[in-house]
């Protein structure tokens, strides 16, 4: 198991008004718990695989398998994908100081419950991405891309409450 005392609440605290920083230390946290957490899913997953495989399938490893991103096909063609089992680990960290915005920017964020989201939501519409094209989704049609922004659509729906924005995400910093 990973040691986490990097991790701890003084090493946060410590980087206080250094948003850059305190994002950098939470993008590790996530990627040691990413780690930690593949080694037991992994594990279960090539479990299921095998006991998918022993009911008749034939799924084989898919694309690159990193840690949090492990994909299996049964295909009887290269342009037919029977069955495909996936699993994407999303890990989210942020602190109380961290921004979207970094310090140096004109603009200062006026939501930060939306800059907490901000890396979640583009690893999961990164990963739907890359799950769609993986299996044959072509974005440079007007079909191919509807079907693409309906997955998404509903990916971010499964994962996001929703709302009207009733003021700017942004705002002009004080000179």
């Known amino acids: ?3 986490y005392s990097a991790f701890s609440r003084h090493a946060f605290d410590a980087l206080k008004g250094e948003s850059s ?3 950098a230390l939470a993008d590790q946290l996530a990627e040691a718990v990413v780690q930690d957490l593949d080694t037991l899913i992994g594990r279960r997953l090539s479990d299921i695989v095998a006991e998918l495989n022993r009911l008749g399938h034939e799924l ?3 694309g690159d398998q990193r840690p949090g991103d492990r994909a299996f096909r049964d295909e009887d063609s290269a342009e037919h994908c029977r069955l495909r089992v996936g699993c994407d680990v999303i890990i989210s960290t942020g602190y ?3 921004l979207a915005v970094d310090d140096e920017s004109p603009l200062e964020s006026t939501d930060p419950d939306s800059d907490l989201s901000f890396d979640q939501l583009t690893g999961l519409i990164s990963r739907e991405l890359g799950a769609r094209l993986a299996v044959g989704d072509d974005p440079s049609t ?3 891309c509807d079907g693409l922004a309906e997955l998404i659509a509903d990916m971010v729906l499964d994962n996001f409450v929703i709302r009207n924005r009733t ?3 942004y705002k002009w910093r004080p000179r």
């Open 1 to 3: 198991m990973t040691d």
């Open 21 to 23: 920083a305190a994002r």
């Open 60 to 62: 084989a490893p898919y």
């Open 96 to 98: 109380a100081d961290i």
């Open 142 to 144: 007007p079909e191919g």
């Open 167 to 169: 003021v700017p995400r």
